[in-house]
C-alpha cells in the first residue's frame, strides 16, 4: 500500500530554519511530481512548493519565494523541504502529496496520494 511518511517538524524561533521529510513506500512513485502543503487551523490546504520527478523543475508559492527550497532523492524515494528564515504565519500541519500528472501544479485535486503531516510551529 502506498505511503507518504512526514517527519522533521517541531517548535522553531521566527528566522529559524527547518528541514521537513517525506520518504514514499508501498509503490513506485516513478514519474510522479511530489508537493508539499500546508494547513492551518480553520483553513484551508494551501500549496507550499512542487517539484517534478527529474528534480530539474520546482514549483513555488509567492510567499515562500526565496525562503523555502525543494528537492529530492529518487534513490531514498524522499523530498524534502528545506525551510529558512521562518515567520509565524509559517505556522501549520505540513503535508506531503504525490500527484502521477508528472506536471508541476498547485492544484490539491491533482495529488492522489498524501502523507498524514508533520506540525511545523514558529514563535515568535
Known amino acids: 500500500q502506498a505511503q507518504l511518511v512526514e517527519s522533521g517538524g517541531g517548535l522553531v524561533q521566527a528566522g529559524g530554519s527547518l528541514r521537513l521529510s517525506c520518504v514514499a513506500s508501498?509503490?513506485?512513485?516513478?514519474?510522479?511530481?511530489m508537493g508539499w502543503f500546508r494547513q492551518a487551523p480553520g483553513k484551508e490546504r494551501e500549496f507550499r512548493a512542487a517539484?517534478?520527478?527529474?528534480?530539474?523543475?520546482?514549483y513555488y508559492a509567492d510567499s515562500v519565494k526565496g525562503r523555502f527550497t525543494i528537492f529530492r532523492d529518487n534513490a531514498k524515494n524522499t523530498v524534502y523541504l528545506q525551510m529558512s528564515s521562518l515567520k509565524p504565519e509559517d505556522t501549520a500541519i505540513y503535508y506531503c502529496?504525490?500527484?502521477?500528472?508528472?506536471?508541476?501544479?498547485?492544484?490539491?485535486?491533482?495529488?492522489?496520494?498524501w502523507g498524514q503531516g508533520t506540525q511545523v510551529t514558529v514563535s515568535s
Open positions: 517539484i517534478t520527478w527529474s528534480g530539474i523543475s520546482t
Open positions: 508501498g509503490r513506485t512513485f516513478s514519474g510522479y511530481t
Open positions: 502529496a504525490a500527484s502521477p500528472y508528472g506536471t508541476l501544479t498547485s492544484r490539491t485535486s491533482a495529488y492522489t496520494y
